[in-house]
DNA sequence: CACCACGTATGATGCAAGTCATACCTAATT
DNA sequence: AATTAGGTATGACTTGCATCATACGTGGTG
């Protein structure tokens, strides 16, 4: 099995609300923009621990990458492989209605 | 609210692989072809009170109507509804390998 | 160096989801 | 009328998931 994304993975993930609106947030980037976001800068109504979670679950649905920085850490959307494997989804999510939190 | 899909109610029902499978199933139909198929027809490895339950939450998810016999029911997809709202999920269904079970 | 901010690891908790067994309903068949 | 087959309703059980508290690690900053 190669490191292509898995359907079943990524639907998993995004079926929460809050991961949805980080790939969502990621997704509606501008193409020529910095990709690489800050964790930290995501205002999400949770705690740092279920934070941690989050991003975990979107890590290992192959949604993102994460650069660790010993303090901080940033995420970037896995633009190419996600439009690779699954086209759509990411057009998908940019169209949907922000989430109301 | 109108009658709109959600987006976190259709991934949340897909996410599931029976569900995901049922809805590609369908999607994968011809367009020229009798849309509605009987309940029954779909072979999943639960009881039919599962099959039940999943065809509820496929329901209220908006992504199938469902007509009953009494005995024996049928669900149709509801291709243009989701076409309209959801824009670029049943291609992704269609296109995704099937399920191994 | 002490402190603080950001993140991770682990364990606990509460709730949602998938599954089944059982009982029941409806329509077709015998 | 009894039987059978496809679905539904309800309740129980189990597993998974989101969340938090707590403790810990890492690296800037005063």
Same mark, same amino acid.
């Given at each position: 099995?190669? &490191?292509?994304? *898995?359907?079943?993975?990524?639907? #998993?993930?995004?079926?929460? *609300?809050?991961?949805?609106?980080?790939?969502?947030?990621?997704?509606?980037?501008?193409? &020529?923009?910095?990709?690489?976001?800050?964790?930290?800068?995501? &205002?999400?109504?949770? #705690? @740092?621990?279920? @934070?941690? =979670? =989050?991003?975990?679950?979107?890590?290992?649905?192959?949604?993102? #990458?994460?650069? *660790? =920085?010993?303090?901080?850490?940033?995420? #970037?959307?896995?633009?190419?492989?996600?439009?690779? *494997?699954?086209?759509?989804?990411?057009?998908?999510?940019?169209?949907?209605?922000?989430?109301?939190?």
């Amino acid at each position: 099995m190669g &490191d292509h994304l *898995d359907l079943g993975a990524a639907l #998993t993930a995004l079926a929460n *609300d809050l991961r949805r609106g980080i790939i969502a947030e990621l997704a509606r980037l501008p193409a &020529d923009a910095e990709q690489e976001r800050a964790c930290g800068s995501f &205002d999400l109504p949770v #705690t @740092k621990a279920t @934070k941690t =979670h =989050h991003f975990r679950v979107l890590r290992e649905a192959g949604l993102i #990458t994460q650069r *660790d =920085h010993g303090n901080g850490s940033a995420i #970037t959307l896995r633009r190419a492989e996600i439009e690779r *494997d699954l086209p759509g989804l990411l057009g998908l999510l940019r169209a949907a209605p922000r989430q109301a939190r």
